[in-house]
């Protein structure tokens, strides 16, 4: 496991939660996309070329980030109606 990757998808997912709580304002799909895609491609290289204990953050991080997704989705139906 490096220590550092490890520190650094902590500190990316700790920054989540806040923005799951502000995506009741808005919030653009194109970056959740992009991080989507982000934290697939990490799940990814983790689980064919360097499995190690980091692969649980990732995944919880993803989880956050389709929360996320979610609301933006529940957002745009509120708007329309």
């Given at each position: 496991?490096?220590?550092?990757?490890?520190?650094?998808?902590?500190?990316?997912?700790?920054?989540?939660?806040?923005?799951?709580?502000?995506?009741?304002?808005?919030?653009?799909?194109?970056?959740l996309?992009?991080?989507?895609?982000?934290?697939?491609?990490?799940?990814?290289?983790?689980?064919?070329?360097?499995?190690?204990?980091?692969?649980?953050?990732?995944?919880?991080n993803?989880?956050?980030?389709?929360?996320?997704?979610?609301?933006?989705?529940?957002?745009?139906?509120?708007?329309?109606?």
């Amino acid at each position: 496991m490096n220590i550092f990757e490890a520190f650094m998808t902590v500190c990316f997912g700790a920054a989540w939660p806040f923005s799951i709580y502000k995506s009741y304002k808005g919030k653009s799909l194109e970056f959740l996309i992009v991080v989507i895609i982000w934290y697939i491609c990490g799940i990814t290289c983790k689980i064919f070329y360097n499995y190690d204990n980091v692969i649980f953050l990732y995944l919880l991080n993803f989880v956050m980030v389709l929360t996320d997704s979610c609301l933006y989705f529940r957002n745009n139906l509120i708007a329309k109606r």
